[in-house]
């Protein structure tokens, strides 16, 4: 199956840094999605974005589909973006074992 | 609309129990699925369905049954639990057109 490699694992950040976390994917895909989990455990779609870019307020994701990876930009942080980031590709979905993200105040 | 709804929350079984995890959607998604999410890892996908009478096997679906008799359910059935089963289990619906997933909150099993 398709391997899916996230980085970094783990980023710490003061409140207003920006910050891009990368998805790396070994096959062409024609799905790619990122994931927010917030500490509760709750899962939230951000983005459907198998190629091109997409904004949505502070977030923004980008994906060079032929050079296999994504990139999802989160510009002045909050705490409120803590949590855990995933990407998942493909058509059975295989996720990326995250980004976990800390924004201190 | 509740949106994705699973029950219970929490369950506590032991070696060789069954149980079914119930999910339900009230937003008329033709598509349905259920993951599993292990500590420190991405969740993998178990059984999927893509319509009412219509399932499949996902990355990891051994263990499981499922079956699809109505839009709204997609129940998820462990029919002799085992400690590997110990997971946090999370039910998902979209509709191909919009391609968002929306998440239910989770059941939180362990088997001992």
């Known amino acids: 199956g398709i391997q899916v490699e996230q980085s970094p694992p783990d980023l710490i950040l003061q409140e207003g840094a920006n910050s891009t976390l990368r998805c790396n994917f070994s096959?062409?895909?024609?799905?790619l999605q990122w994931f927010h989990q917030n500490p509760w455990g709750q899962l939230i779609n951000l983005f459907y974005?198998?190629?091109g870019t997409k904004q949505n307020g502070r977030l923004s994701a980008t994906t060079v589909a032929t050079e296999r990876y994504s990139l999802l930009y989160i510009s002045s942080s909050q705490t409120t973006d803590s949590g855990v980031y995933f990407c998942?590709?493909?058509?059975?979905?295989?996720f990326g074992a995250g980004t976990r993200l800390t924004v201190k105040p | 609309n509740a949106g994705v709804t699973q029950t219970p929350k929490f369950q506590v079984l032991k070696t060789g129990q069954s149980m079914t995890l119930q999910c339900a959607q009230d937003m008329n998604h033709e598509y349905m699925s259920w993951y599993r999410q292990d500590p420190g890892m991405g969740l993998r996908l178990i059984h999927y369905?893509?319509?009412?009478?219509?399932?499949d096997q996902g990355e990891v679906p051994n263990g499981y049954n499922v079956s699809r008799s109505t839009t709204e359910d997609f129940p998820l059935r462990l029919l002799s639990a085992a400690p590997s089963q110990t997971s946090v289990y999370f039910c998902?619906?979209?509709?191909?057109?919009?391609?968002?997933?929306?998440f239910g909150p989770g059941t939180r099993l362990t088997v001992l």
């Open positions: 998942a590709v493909g058509g059975d979905m295989r």
């Open positions: 096959d062409s895909v024609n799905n």
């Open positions: 974005i198998p190629s």
């Open positions: 369905s893509v319509g009412a009478g219509i399932t």
């Open positions: 998902a619906s979209f509709t191909t057109s919009g391609n968002e997933q929306f």
